[in-house]
């Protein structure tokens, strides 16, 4: 219910380190939830979706009908801001 109609921000930080040099950093995503019904919400809880997921909700399954808009990098909502950890491993010599 806390999300229906709303905006909330989901951060990652993440720590690399390599021979004694180290990246570290922080993502942060704005979700935008459209409005919804309470026989909507009861029925996805209803779903084993949302039990083993931070935010309650996973935007790569049956929640992403609920996204009304994503502000910044949708996999940091899924988990792991991917693109910037590569950067992050690239400036410390990590071959990938």
Not at 63 to 81: D, I, S, T, W
């Amino acid at each position: 219910q806390m999300y229906s109609g709303r905006s909330h921000l989901v951060h990652t930080g993440v720590c690399v380190q390599k021979a004694g040099l180290r990246e570290k950093f922080t993502v942060t995503t704005r979700v935008t939830f459209c409005p919804m019904t309470r026989a909507e919400i009861e029925a996805y809880i209803s779903t084993d979706e949302p039990y083993d997921k931070a935010g309650a909700y996973g935007i790569q399954g049956t929640a992403a009908r609920f996204v009304r808009g994503v502000e910044g990098c949708y996999f940091n909502v899924m988990g792991l801001p991917v693109s910037r950890l590569y950067a992050a491993l690239k400036s410390l010599g990590v071959r990938i």
